[in-house]
Nanobody, 125 residues
Framework: QVHLLESGGGSAQAGGSLRLSCAASGRTFARSGMAWFRQAPGKEREFVAAITWSGGSAYADSVKGRFTISRDNAKNTLYLQMNSLKPEDTAVYYC???????????????????WGQGTQVTVSS
């Protein structure tokens, strides 16, 4: 059974930082694409960042230059470093993983097969 468990969410002031972690178990994702999405109340799930099996990355324009996605394959863990936080970053953040090997990552939620339960990030002004 595959599980993705997000952690590191919480509250921060505008301009502050948080680091999210996503620990995967039940399957290695070292050779699969992974991503972060977020969803605010009443809104569609939104792409945040993705990382390929080989370590390449892509970001939504709204977070480019502020967020950094990374992975530690030895720990089967995905990270999202969030700097210069803005109130509009407030959302539930979800970790996602593609079960297919050698995947490049994608901006579309339908690409991903496994999802975490989400971790709340709240940014106040």
């Amino acid at each position: 059974q595959v599980h993705l468990l997000e952690s590191g969410g919480g509250s921060a002031q505008a301009g502050g930082s948080l680091r999210l972690s996503c620990a995967a178990s039940g399957r290695t994702f070292a050779r699969s694409g992974m991503a972060w999405f977020r969803q605010a109340p009443g809104k569609e799930r939104e792409f945040v960042a993705a990382i390929t099996w080989s370590g390449g990355s892509a970001y939504a324009d709204s977070v480019k230059g502020r967020f950094t996605i990374s992975r530690d394959n030895a720990k089967n863990t995905l990270y999202l470093q969030m700097n210069s936080l803005k109130p509009e970053d407030t959302a539930v953040y979800y970790c996602a993983a593609d079960r297919d090997l050698y995947s490049s990552g994608d901006t579309l939620p339908l690409t991903y097969d496994y999802w975490g339960q989400g971790t709340q990030v709240t940014v106040s002004s």
